[in-house]
């Protein structure tokens, strides 16, 4: 079971890992989980020793992606997260972007969904100057967190009384 941690402990326990550890980064809001995410994860954590998510803080979420998101709250979604066996730790954060957590991680991978394009993504400059390489993984087809809340909010009212 991973550790839910705030950027500051993060920085302590690093420094405890093995140094030949090799440690995957990625980020996001994880607001409904689902197949993509899971594929993504799993991928990432084979990359290395320890697989840290930066998740999105509920004020961050709202901000990225509107009113009435998040679904579900950060203590839950990272609770979720964590209890994943991929997961090492979970470190909420409250930015935008996720550049001062991977400041603060110093991961040797990044990895993101192949929907962006690294030379769109502000965190590649702070990876790559951090002697880490970015790593995209092919999107999950159908698997969308935002089309599951479309396919829901349009069948509500329907269904057995």
């Given at each position: 079971?991973?550790?839910?941690?705030?950027r500051?402990?993060?920085?302590?326990?690093?420094?405890?890992?093995?140094?030949?550890?090799r440690?995957?980064?990625?980020?996001?809001?994880?607001?409904?989980?689902?197949?993509?995410?899971?594929?993504?994860?799993?991928?990432?954590r084979?990359?290395?020793?320890?697989?840290?998510?930066?998740?999105?803080?509920?004020?961050?979420?709202?901000a990225?992606?509107?009113?009435?998101?998040?679904?579900?709250?950060?203590?839950?979604?990272?609770?979720?997260?964590?209890?994943?066996?991929?997961?090492?730790?979970?470190?909420?954060?409250?930015?935008?972007?996720?550049?001062?957590?991977?400041?603060?991680?110093?991961?040797?991978?990044?990895?993101?969904?192949?929907?962006?394009?690294?030379?769109?993504?502000?965190?590649?400059?702070?990876?790559?100057?951090?002697?880490?390489?970015v790593?995209?993984?092919p999107?999950?087809?159908?698997?969308?967190?935002?089309?599951?809340?479309?396919?829901?909010?349009?069948?509500?009212?329907?269904?057995?009384?």
């Amino acid at each position: 079971m991973g550790l839910i941690v705030d950027r500051e402990a993060f920085g302590a326990l690093r420094d405890t890992l093995d140094e030949s550890a090799r440690i995957v980064f990625t980020n996001g809001c994880f607001d409904l989980l689902h197949l993509g995410h899971i594929s993504l994860l799993n991928f990432a954590r084979s990359l290395g020793d320890a697989l840290v998510i930066g998740l999105n803080s509920d004020a961050s979420v709202a901000a990225l992606k509107g009113p009435g998101r998040p679904l579900v709250p950060e203590e839950e979604r990272a609770a979720v997260l964590a209890a994943l066996p991929a997961v090492s730790f979970v470190i909420i954060f409250d930015e935008s972007d996720p550049v001062e957590t991977i400041k603060a991680v110093r991961p040797h991978v990044h990895v993101k969904g192949g929907d962006y394009r690294k030379e769109d993504m502000v965190e590649t400059a702070v990876v790559e100057a951090q002697g880490g390489e970015v790593v995209l993984y092919p999107l999950v087809s159908g698997s969308s967190t935002s089309r599951l809340i479309e396919i829901v909010r349009g069948q509500e009212g329907e269904g057995p009384e």
